[in-house]
């Protein structure tokens, strides 16, 4: 699948740009962007070799990859608490694309087959969250102060319904809440304010690191935002903060925190 891709469009060929630059800006987000409108993952393959093809840059491509990834984790109603494949992967794929020992071969393979994991696919059932990517979504939010939002926004996930997922048959059939949509909102009007990333992302950790059901995947995907967070441009950097949010809400619908507990207990003795 991935060589057919590389072999009609010649991109071996070819003397595609390794970094990005300002001008690739605006290619970067509708190629991101319009990555989050296929229902099915599988069609994304053809424009991403289609952008590399007309000039966009290796690097440009990852990060318009990682807008997708983002853009898509909130277009889904998925609610495994542990969903953390669409970031880590192309986390990971964006390492290998600063590698300089990795062949061009293996680069252009690892972005043409950035969403075709079958862990990934699971959440490509559930493509039905298309609201919380929408230019409205914050429009009936009150206006708040970067401390006001912040602490609303903390509200909105420790106030998310239990759901206990031992008594469940499987977490990766949980749809989360319609609660989860309101902290997805209440984030992405943090990001559209230009209120300071860190202290938002000092909070979420907080509660990442009380999860002890995921064995840690909760962490992993933490981490993975913020990375992908602070190695994308703005204006899209949004779509990082707000996945943020969502992975909270839904690692907190658990409330597995018994581990987390006892090491307070532990530290406080």
């Known amino acids: 699948m991935g060589r057919g891709t590389t072999c009609e469009y010649k991109l071996l060929e070819m003397d595609i740009l390794t970094n ?18 296929y229902a ?25 990859v990682s807008i997708g990834a983002a853009a898509s984790y909130l277009s889904t109603s998925y609610g495994n608490p542990m969903d953390a494949h669409l970031h880590t992967g192309i986390s990971n794929r964006r390492y290998v694309l600063r590698q300089q020992g990795v062949s061009l071969k293996n680069k252009l393979l690892g972005l043409l087959t950035e969403f075709t994991g079958p862990e990934v696919l699971l959440g490509a059932r559930k493509f039905d969250w298309g609201c919380n990517i929408e230019p409205d979504s914050t429009a009936s939010l009150p206006d708040r102060s970067q401390d006001q939002l912040l602490e609303a926004i903390v509200k ?16 990766a059939n949980t749809v ?44 992993k995907h933490f981490q993975a935002i913020v990375d992908e967070y602070y190695t994308t441009r703005e204006p899209f950097r949004w779509v990082h903060l707000a996945s943020a949010a969502k992975s909270a809400a839904i690692i907190q619908l658990g409330r597995e925190h018994s581990v987390y507990r006892k090491a307070k207990e532990v530290i406080a003795a």
């Open 176 to 219: 989360p809440p319609e609660e989860v949509k309101e902290t997805v909102a209440l984030a992405r009007q943090y990001a559209e304010k230009g209120f300071e990333p860190e202290p938002y992302f000092n909070r979420l950790a907080e509660i990442a690191c009380r999860d002890d059901y995921t064995e840690m995947h909760s962490l």
């Open 156 to 171: 909105s996930i420790d106030g998310q319904p239990l759901i206990k997922w031992a008594e469940l048959v499987s977490p």
């Open 40 to 64: 099915s993952y599988f069609d994304t393959i053809e424009p991403i070799a289609r952008a590399l093809a007309d000039g966009l840059s290796l690097e440009g491509v990852g990060e318009a």
């Open 20 to 37: 990005s630059s300002a001008a690739e800006t605006e290619r970067i987000g509708e190629l991101g962007m319009e990555r989050a409108q």
